[in-house]
């Protein structure tokens, strides 16, 4: 069985662009999370969302936005890109209130 | 707020040897606990996880913790590290304010184990 994919693995983006990033869930997985770990320190959640509504959402300025579609797939974007926003960008699936099986992440570059 | 101190960022063990990955947590309420591994270039997966019951949980290759309540501790041990055990280790605990989920979990800084032949 397919595992949580997440595109793109890298991208390169420049400071005051905007960047999307998207995440399939495990099959029959209707919660999707997603992390942003910066080099050197352990993921910090950004938002969760479960049957394509928020339902939770972390210390993050409004310039982060994510949503879910029907198929349970998700985008996370970011607007007005700033250097402090490079960092791996994880995607966890989960059943709901159940433990959270990662993504291998994508890995923004903000120059 | 809720907050996860892995109290050493590198542990460097030689093969064979025994090791421990500490791990303290603050909260004043019922929370689940888990340890995470990531190898380079990799996402995070889960090695074992405390919901309630025994202290003692074991997990996936050979790793197991314990949960101390009154020291609000949640160490990692094997009893016999191999080289293909080098990886990072995330301590988490789910934020309680989000009730019953294993989701939105707070992450320590992690440690870096090094298994050296």
């Known amino acids: 069985d397919a595992g949580v994919t997440q595109s793109p693995t890298h991208l390169i983006k420049t400071r005051g662009q905007h960047v999307t990033l998207r995440c399939s869930p495990i099959s029959g997985h209707k919660s999707v999370s997603w992390y942003q770990q910066v080099l050197g320190q352990g993921p910090q959640f950004i938002f969760q969302?479960?049957?394509?509504?928020?339902?939770g959402r972390g210390n993050f300025p409004d310039r982060f936005s994510a949503r879910q579609f029907p198929n349970y797939s998700s985008e996370l974007n970011v607007n007005a890109l700033l250097l402090g926003d490079s960092a791996l960008y994880l995607c966890?699936?989960?059943?709901?209130?159940?433990?959270?099986?990662f993504g291998p992440g994508t890995r923004l570059t903000v120059t | 707020a809720q907050s996860v101190t892995q109290l050493d960022s590198q542990v460097p063990v030689f093969e064979e040897a025994p090791v421990e990955l500490r791990c303290n947590y603050s909260?004043?309420?019922?929370?689940?606990l888990f340890w995470y591994v990531q190898y380079p270039n990799q996402g995070l997966q889960l090695l074992l996880k405390?919901?309630?019951?025994?202290?003692l949980v074991k997990g996936i290759n050979g790793f197991e913790a314990e949960f101390n309540k009154s020291q609000t501790s949640f160490h990692l041990r094997k009893p016999s590290v191999h080289i293909s055990d080098t990886a990072e280790y995330f301590c988490a605990v789910s934020d309680p304010d989000y009730g019953g989920s294993q989701g939105n979990l707070i992450f320590g800084k992690g440690t870096k184990l090094s298994v050296k032949p």
């Open positions: 966890a699936s989960s059943l709901w209130k159940k433990e959270q099986y």
């Open positions: 969302y479960y049957e394509k509504e928020e339902r």
């Open positions: 405390y919901l309630s019951g025994s202290t």
């Open positions: 909260s004043s309420v019922s929370v689940y």
